[in-house]
T-cell receptor, first 112, second 112 residues
Framework: SQTIHQWPATLVQPVGSPLSLECTVEGTSNPNLYWYRQAAGRGLQLLFYSVGIGQISSEVPQNLSASRPQDRQFILSSKKLLLSDSGFYLC???????????FGSGTQLSVL | GNSVTQMEGPVTLSEEAFLTINCTYT??????LFWYVQYPGEGLQLLLK?????DKGSNKGFEATYRKETTSFHLEKGSVQVSDSAVYFCALPDNYGQNFVFGPGTRLSVLP
């Protein structure tokens, strides 16, 4: 079955610093990959999704970007973090229509 | 497009109480329906799913029935435990099948 590795688990960064969060998937090939953000006490916000290598769709305009350099690798980046970027970031994958989403364990990002 | 409406909490219950979390949906066709659970500090995990009308999904004592007539997928459990304290999300695929639409989440707290 699928396994999602997401790191780091916790990250504290100063405003204006860069960001790189990595997500890798095992146990499947050619998955759809997703980055979600969850602000404290709130629901899920879809940030980016990818249906293949180099294919990125952005759902929300912001100072974040995503890349998919390999089939099972999905990276979330920022050149300069804002306070509002704080939140819980979740990577997820899915194979096939009507199939469930598998989620990683998340990264708690605090921008100070 | 497809959408989901979910009762927002928080919901606070005593141990062994009966739980209902309401979820209604709007969808093109008859997509699969899902309930996800998020324990504190963790990613989401699938709790149960139903793939067609009148299907009942069940897991860990939780149940939900896919009701086409009322476009509902309410989550129920006959006797909650302290360990059920978590946030519960109702979800379904979007119109195009590439992404998921999530409800806002319902925070459940079970007191001993």
């Amino acid at each position: 079955s699928q396994t999602i590795h997401q790191w780091p688990a916790t990250l504290v960064q100063p405003v204006g610093s860069p960001l790189s969060l990595e997500c890798t998937v095992e146990g499947t090939s050619n998955p759809n990959l997703y980055w979600y953000r969850q602000a404290a006490g709130r629901g899920l916000q879809l940030l980016f999704y990818s249906v293949g290598i180099g294919q990125i769709s952005s759902e929300v305009p912001q100072n974040l970007s995503a890349s998919r350099p390999q089939d099972r690798q999905f990276i979330l980046s920022s050149k300069k973090l804002l306070l509002s970027d704080s939140g819980f970031y979740l990577c997820a994958c899915r194979t096939g229509l009507n199939e469930k989403l598998f989620f990683g364990s998340g990264t708690q990002l605090s921008v100070l | 497009g497809n959408s989901v409406t979910q009762m927002e909490g928080p919901v606070t219950l005593s141990e062994e109480a009966f739980l209902t979390i309401n979820c209604t949906y709007t969808a093109t066709g008859y997509p699969s329906l899902f309930w996800y659970v998020q324990y504190p500090g963790e990613g989401l995990q699938l709790l149960l799913k139903a793939t067609k009308a009148d299907d009942k999904g069940s897991n860990k004592g939780f149940e939900a029935t896919y009701r086409k007539e009322t476009t509902s997928f309410h989550l129920e459990k006959g006797s909650v435990q302290v360990s059920d304290s978590a946030v519960y999300f109702c979800a379904l695929p979007d119109n195009y099948g590439q992404n998921f639409v999530f409800g806002p989440g319902t925070r459940l707290s079970v007191l001993p």
